[in-house]
């Protein structure tokens, strides 16, 4: 047939990078009681090729079809059988042939099916943040307490592409064989010959020969300014509340406010490139082929909120409240780069103009306390949501023309494809908690500890101004959840328990392309365990282990049969030493 098999190999360093300075203030001038907090923070993130750049990612593929049976009935059995075609068990099926040809326009080397790519992705993200709170108690015969404060964070996030580089195997050359990975989970489940998984680090010796490969320069001097994004954002906040009890009943109302402003600045290519011939340089030909683009936003909302508490006995406590809330735009869906479709005249990006999803909830909750030191609750809740925050679609919005359009005057009558405020949502839910120490068994016995959650919702919603979605169709809300548990704890000795359910729930959900925009997550489960032995009062020995069935994640494109994703997740085992000093 015509299927192909291709193998990705990759060694990639990680490291980060967090240091943290914090000041705490608090005063206490009897009635009035003051504090106030400052904070610094410095996140830096590096993906790259190790310390020595001696790592990598290396992508092969064969150039033949082959034929296979792929039995997806035991993931954890043997679910690939080769039936014919290129032998994907044997290196030189992987020898390199030519994608895309060498020009003298704009690309300046051959493009192979073997592609050897070292990577050096950073994003630091600087915070400075303050903070102050002041409470007064009244002097009234009820007792109310006034409190108020103000913040402020301001971060940004700077994401960028160091120094890539990017390497093609040239066409008529093999691999060496010596240097290959350990065996794979593939290989291990499937139980047949072994592919010719290479390991990127022995592979980046070979990377001096230019008979075996060729460099593409142009790849670094693009790199460098394909992923280059920005964002600078700040939050601003005062809130004002007021506490009282009379008698058994507790009442806590107040709002807040938010003022929010966004600065973005992203790097893209231009949709016509600069010829070789006119300027051979690949840096300074980048330069020249890449527009910058600098978008502000900003919005601003109040919050109010009225909380009640009521103790119904000693035993029985009645909550209610009102509240507002928000859920700001992820950074990907602000700053996201522009990509250029010109067969469908459309132009993705980012939006920095989203507003945040504001929900309107109502909460009701009765807990009931046991005497030996157990509870179980139920809660009822509900939560109206405008201005839902949706996936990337056509906005109906069209590129103006002019050379102040955005663009640097290009994409006149493009669409604008980006994540947008499509309209509002309803959920309703039941939450049900339980959790009781066993301190009436007898002996040993007495340190169990048992708990259990349970969480049931519905959703709707109207997007689009017109169109109506029902239970199990609004994307990224999970209907059905669990988890329950088991703790222990015996003088110096601790162990633990549990075990957590998701059930399935829509990850993108489309009523006009139900075939391709309607994907699920299936149900998952994950076990884990842990002990724990206390050596000295500071000082703990631990063992957990996560993931005990080695459950993944599972995901189908609108049938469950049609499999989109599935991943095996490993057994987790962790262990160390835990203290304060």
Known sequence: GASEMKLSMRRFSFTSKNPTGTLVFEHNWGRLKVDHAYRWSNTHWDSGAGRQREDGQLDVRTRDGIGFVLDTSDLRGRTFT?????????????????????????????????????????????????????????????????????????????TRAVYQRRWYQKVGTVLPTDGLMPLTEFERLNGGPRLPVFDPAAISTTLGNTALWEEDVNFTATGALTNRRIME???????????????????????????????????????SRTLISAEPDHFKRAQLDFLRLSRDGGYHNFFPSIHFAYDVTANLKARASWSTSYGRPALANLVATPTINDTARTVSMGNPDLKPQLADNIDLKLEYYFGSGGMFSVRGYRKNIKDYIGSATRSGVLVADGPDNGF???????????????????????????????????GALKGLTVRGNYTYLETSGKFAGTVDLQNGQVAGFIPR????????????????????????????????????????????????????????????????????????????????????????????????VTGQF
Request: hydrophobic residues 35%; glycine residues 10%; aromatic residues 12%.
């Open 233 to 271: 954002e700040g939050v601003d906040a005062a809130y004002l509340q007021a506490q009282t009890r009379w008698n058994k009943l507790t009442v806590l109302g107040g709002i807040r406010g938010e003022w929010v402003t966004t600065d973005t600045f992203i790097t893209y290519p231009k949709a």
């Open 82 to 158: 080769w039936t014919g075609g290129a032998n994907p068990y044997v290196a030189s099926s992987y020898t390199p042939f030519i994608v895309a040809a060498a020009n003298t326009t704009t690309q300046p080397v051959n493009q192979t099916s073997s592609v050897f790519t070292k990577r050096d992705n950073q994003t630091d993200t600087n915070e400075v943040s303050g903070t102050i709170n002041a409470s007064y108690l009244l002097p009234t015969e009820l007792p109310i307490t006034i409190k108020g404060g103000v913040d402020t964070v301001n971060r940004r996030h700077n």
């Open 408 to 442: 640097d005057g290009l994409y006149a009558g493009y669409e604008l494809i980006r994540a947008a405020n499509i309209g509002s949502a309803k959920l309703r839910g039941l939450e049900f908690d339980y959790r009781q120490r066993l301190s009436f068994l007898p």
């Open 481 to 576: 959840a669990y988890n329950v548990g088991l703790m222990y704890n015996y003088r110096k000795f601790g162990a633990s328990f549990d075990m957590n359910y998701t059930g399935r729930y829509p990850v993108g959900y489309s009523l006009t392309s139900p075939g391709n925009g309607n994907i699920y997550r299936e149900g998952w489960t994950i076990m884990n365990a842990g002990v724990t032995y206390k050596i000295r009062p500071d000082a703990t020995l631990f063992l957990n282990v996560n993931n005990i069935d080695q459950e993944g994640i599972r995901q189908y494109t609108y049938l469950e049969s049609r499999v989109r994703s599935q991943y095996i997740v490993p057994r987790a085992v962790k262990f160390g």
